[in-house]
């Protein structure tokens, strides 16, 4: 892969440079490779003599030409066999940039990997089989999901694709807060509306859930058991209802999530953790162990001696345990269950709640375990007009009626598009547009429109073969468009590899705009099918390597890639 060449290009000369005594020592030095934006400064370009230079107190320059020599005499070539360098050229730019031109065989060649690998291009295994486990959406089992969560959903899914891609054994966790305050006002609001609904009158808990979807549970309910809880006891009533409803709200959810291709390996019940005594005997464990402490009558544990601002409560004086005395159980068995590296996603409101996690899980022996992502929350609008109410209940837009709107591919992609710290904007309108405006549809429909010229030329009795042309046809590729095109194609390794370690998927959407625009330029300049024969075959090559990069790209994003549009 050229980019992994690169660097290894780059890793040696940097080692024997030092040795040489030329450069500062090396280690540790994280440099960039990426494309220049001027032609004029080659294929790709790095900034490693800048960065070194930086840490060591030298001239940029000095070193950048230290590298270069270095590079030069190794002949461009990483020098594993290869009959055919890597680099036509080499050189320093600028206050010590190092600007690298391909050659023009070796591009040709790297194509022919592509189509080689086909949906395995741009896998790495960078992760070596780890065990990761990513909790994402996470939302309590009592109520609808809504945008926010659905942007989680996608972030999560994409996320977790983005690292079984280079090398991750991920597993996706759905974390059930059912247990607790909020399950006991959900049961008393749905009793509530199921006896308003069979005639009774009854006072709504004055904290309870107002919203509609509330009686249309209590109406399912009812319809469901003919009102037979009407007159039985009221603790036994609530109780069957509280569970009842929990389970359709539940319902509700998978299929929520199941429709926009979200599927989670596990479902991990809150409740069940407090059932089984988990939890009560972690806070006895930390006692013993001197993490933890009674004071005021309540159990305290000392996160401020792990990096937390304050100790935090695990037992309140009632003896009832907190959410951060559960969730610290429910991280131990997340660990106990074999994961050694621990991702959870949640909204911008967590923020208090990261500190005090990893100052406990520290504190457990497990420091750098766990990695909490926070986002900022989605702006709902039409036609640039902020869209508050849903038309259907007058009350919250929902995620499901934002899917059903737009579709599932759009969602998720438009989800996509910005990095998860900062706010989004959603414009439904433009959202459904099937305009080259219209990001989601721009990228699907360069797909779309690569195997709309495949069938064209099935049509026209033109060999559709799987075959890789010969370097000689392929050498028939030289228009500035065709090579632009092929460069942009080799970005999507260091992009796969870059956009995980990151976590930042939004990198995968911005790419595939790029290629689709560098497609279409292709294709607005050049014909593809042609009645010379070998300039087709490559282009009908290089078509067929874009199209593969494209699905590749889409499917990690969990976006379908449509045939016709």
């Avoid at 030409?65 to 990483?78: D, F, I, K, Q, Y």
């Avoid at 069940?272 to 006692?287: D, F, I």
């Amino acid at each position: 892969m050229i980019v992994k060449e690169l660097r290894e290009l780059i890793e040696r000369a940097l080692e024997d440079a030092a040795e040489a005594g030329e450069i500062p020592a090396p280690e540790g030095v994280d440099f960039v490779l990426e494309r220049p934006r001027h032609k004029a400064h080659g294929d790709w370009a790095s900034n490693v003599a800048m960065v070194l230079a930086s840490r060591a107190g030298r001239n940029p320059r000095e070193i950048a030409t230290a590298l270069v020599r270095r590079l030069e005499e190794s002949g461009c070539s990483v020098g594993d066999g290869r009959e055919y360098p890597l680099l036509s050229a080499v050189e320093v730019a600028g206050p010590g940039f190092i600007n690298f031109t391909l050659d023009r065989d070796r591009v040709l060649r790297e194509l022919t990997r592509v189509a080689s690998e086909g949906a395995s291009y741009g896998r790495w295994d960078l992760g070596g089989g780890l065990r990761v486990l990513v909790e994402f959406v996470s939302a309590n089992p009592v109520g609808p999901l809504h945008v926010g969560h659905g942007r989680w959903a996608a972030l999560g899914d994409a996320l977790c694709n983005l690292l079984e891609a280079v090398g991750y054994d991920v597993d996706r966790e759905f974390y059930l807060n059912d247990h607790g305050t909020q399950m006991e006002v959900f049961a008393a609001s749905v009793e509530a509306r199921y006896l308003e609904l069979a005639g009774k009158e009854v006072e709504f808990p004055a904290e309870g859930y107002h919203g509609s979807y509330v009686r249309d549970i209590a109406r399912a309910l009812l319809e469901e058991d003919g009102g037979r809880l009407v007159d039985a006891p009221p603790g036994e009533r609530r109780a069957e209802l509280g569970e009842r409803a929990y389970r359709l709200m539940l319902r509700r959810i998978r299929e929520s999530l199941d429709s926009f291709g979200v599927r989670f390996d596990n479902w991990f019940s809150e409740r069940e953790l407090h059932r089984s005594g988990a939890v009560l005997e972690e806070v006895r464990k930390l006692q013993e162990e001197g993490l933890a402490y009674e004071k005021d009558g309540a159990i305290w544990m000392a996160t401020s001696r792990f990096g937390d601002d304050k100790d935090r409560v695990l037992l309140r004086r009632n003896g009832a345990p907190t959410y951060f005395a559960a969730d610290i159980a429910y991280h131990l068995n997340k660990l106990a269950r074999g994961y050694r590296h621990l991702i959870n996603i949640g909204g911008a409101d967590h923020h208090g709640y990261v500190r005090r996690m990893q100052a406990a899980l520290e504190a457990k022996g497990h420091p750098g375990v766990l990695e909490v992502i926070l986002g900022q929350l989605v702006n709902l609008k039409r036609g640039g007009e902020p869209v508050r109410m849903s038309k259907r209940t007058g009350e919250m837009v929902t995620f499901d009626e934002l899917v059903e709107e737009v579709g599932k591919d759009v969602a998720r992609y438009i989800f996509l598009t910005r990095s998860q710290d900062t706010a989004l904007d959603f414009d439904i309108q433009l959202a459904v547009q099937e305009s080259m405006e219209n990001p989601v549809y721009y990228v699907q429909y360069a797909h779309a429109r690569i195997c709309s010229i495949l069938r064209y030329g099935l049509g026209k009795g033109v060999e559709m073969g799987e075959e890789i042309p010969d370097l000689a046809t392929l050498r028939r590729l030289g228009e500035e468009e065709e090579m632009d095109l092929a460069l942009k194609i080799f970005e999507f390794e260091e992009l796969i590899r870059d956009a995980a370690l990151d976590r930042a998927p939004h990198r995968l959407t911005r790419y595939l705009e790029e290629l689709a625009a560098a497609f279409h330029l292709f294709y607005n300049r050049h014909r593809v099918i042609s009645d010379d024969a070998e300039l087709t075959a490559a282009r009908l090559f290089l078509v067929r390597c874009t199209l593969q990069v494209l699905r590749n790209g889409l499917s990690i994003l969990g976006v379908s890639a449509p045939e016709s549009m």
